[in-house]
């Protein structure tokens, strides 16, 4: 019987702790594959050890991953997850429960007919429809900008298959973004879509800004387009000038009268002062991800694991 993991990954969920592993159950129970249950839990400060000690001793299926401290977003924990799972397939779930994970029955559908990537497509969530707008035009800039093809409105929720699971943990990189990786590693890929749930209890650990801060973040991962804008802008500013300095010179000669010196001064020097601090941002947060990869510092750190020998 070919096994299949889950891969949850967890920040203060103790309220769904069980409610995911009761409804896994549920789900598994109508599919002929043995289940592997792995929670990843990056350092909650809750309850939620307890719970999955409990779960542990009372199922053997389950294995908890417990982080040294918290990682940051849930990337590192699936990275995690992914090089502990033993199975032959590979489910990656966010424990708030926003994504239902009666899905998963429709990804090992697509599964057994040859596709080894198979991913969920957000077609919409049950709640806050500005967000839904917002990620909708992240996607859509997202897949302009970047030098590879990341499927629209794609989440982390997806199932793999060992094979790409096998190319997926050989990445080292440590800005680490399973969707963009995903896609890299080619394969044979679709994608399901479905709607997403409203979470089912506790607060997201998502604010805005950090959502503003991931956005950046992958898009300089997977993009040169930022750099290119700068040398064109440049482009367009030198040709600007330059045109200002002629016209400038010919307004002198032409028209005696005509306002001088200052003011367009003032306004050209505020002008490429202000591309110029542009685009050093712009190369500073490039730099700044080559600081990051060449320190190669470990992606995350498990401090226990309840079950088998840490990888």
Known sequence: MNKVSVIIACYNEEENILLMYKRLIEVFKNLEYELEIIYVDN????????????????????????????????????????????????????????????????????????????YGIRGGMKQAPL?????????????????????????????????????????DERDFYLRGVRAFVGFKQTGVEFIRDKRQAGESNTSFLVALWWAKTIIINFSFKPLEWVSKLAFVVVVMSSLGVIINLSLYFIIPGAPRGIPTIVILILFLGGVQLLGIGIIGEYLAKIFIEIKHRPRYIIREIIGEKVI
């Open 43 to 118: 350092a909650s400060v809750d309850d939620s050890e307890k719970i999955y000690r409990q779960l542990c001793r009372q199922d053997s299926r389950v294995k908890v991953l417990l982080m040294s401290r918290n990682f940051g977003s849930p990337q590192p924990s699936y990275l995690a997850g992914l090089k502990n799972c033993s199975g032959d397939a590979a489910v990656l779930l966010a424990g708030d429960m926003e994504d239902p994970p009666e899905i998963i029955s429709l990804f090992i559908d697509k599964w057994r007919i040859g596709y080894q990537i198979v």
């Open 131 to 171: 967000r839904n707008i917002l990620a909708t035009i992240f996607y859509r800039l997202l897949k302009k900008m970047a030098y590879i093809n990341i499927p629209l409105n794609a989440g982390d929720f997806s199932l793999m298959d060992r094979q790409a699971i096998n190319e997926i943990i050989k990445f």
